[in-house]
T-cell receptor
Framework: GAGVSQSPSNKVTEKGKDVELRCDPISGHTALYWYRQSLGQGLEFLIYFQGNSAPDKSGLPSDRFSAERTGGSVSTLTIQRTQQEDSAVYLC????????????FGSGTQLSVL | DQQVKQNSPSLSVQEGRISILNCDYTNSMFDYFLWYKKYPAEGPTFLISISSIKDKNEDGRFTVFLNKSAKHLSLHIVPSQPGDSAVYFCAASEDDKIIFGKGTRLHILP
């Protein structure tokens, strides 16, 4: 596909379970970002990957959150032992080269922790 | 502490009039500013950007103004159309991180 693809589009889980969210960036885009949007809030930066460089993890809210990017393409965001406050829309974005270039966002994964 | 602030959660504008969305920032090292538009259940889409070395960038009905001394930027939409009703996010970048504001919901009234 031509755009950023995220799966699943919706995920309902029970408190304490682990979840994995997937992002397929646009082919050839070297930069990949994860953001989350909680109800009534803005876009909160989580993590940034650029090529083969070490990721910028400064936005991850706790050690329950981790992300990896395999082969410079697909990325997975993992949340362990989910809590109710993790409920949010998780958005992935990619860009061609670097910041300043516009980001292309996926439609997001709506995560609901019961 | 919020580095990018959009102090108006919502704004209502009559169709055909000018919509002005405002954004303030605190980090003088930001070198690029962007506006994104978001419809419900969709990801944000890029609208317009401006480099810190410029003070104005125009693209059709959309113009972004940057006042570096005031650390303020604004997005002007003229004339406003019904399809402009959406949430608008201001964003700023430094090195390889993009920071977003909380957004302003724009309602275009018929």
């Amino acid at each position: 596909g031509a755009g950023v693809s995220q799966s699943p589009s919706n995920k309902v889980t029970e408190k304490g379970k682990d979840v994995e969210l997937r992002c397929d960036p646009i082919s050839g885009h070297t930069a990949l970002y994860w953001y989350r949007q909680s109800l009534g809030q803005g876009l909160e930066f989580l993590i940034y990957f650029q090529g083969n460089s070490a990721p910028d993890k400064s936005g991850l809210p706790s050690d329950r959150f981790s992300a990896e990017r395999t082969g410079g393409s697909v990325s997975t965001l993992t949340i362990q032992r989910t809590q109710q406050e993790d409920s949010a829309v998780y958005l992935c974005a990619s860009s061609l080269v670097r910041v300043g270039e516009k980001l292309f966002f996926g439609s997001g994964t709506q995560l609901s922790v019961l | 502490d919020q580095q990018v602030k959009q102090n108006s959660p919502s704004l209502s504008v009559q169709e055909g009039r000018i919509s002005i969305l405002n954004c303030d920032y605190t980090n003088s090292m930001f070198d690029y500013f962007l506006w994104y538009k978001k419809y419900p259940a969709e990801g944000p889409t890029f609208l317009i950007s401006i480099s810190s070395i410029k003070d104005k960038n125009e693209d059709g009905r959309f113009t972004v103004f940057l006042n570096k001394s005031a650390k303020h930027l604004s997005l002007h939409i003229v004339p406003s159309q019904p399809g402009d009703s959406a949430v608008y996010f201001c964003a700023a970048s430094e090195d390889d991180k993009i920071i977003f504001g909380k957004g302003t919901r724009l309602h275009i009234l018929p």
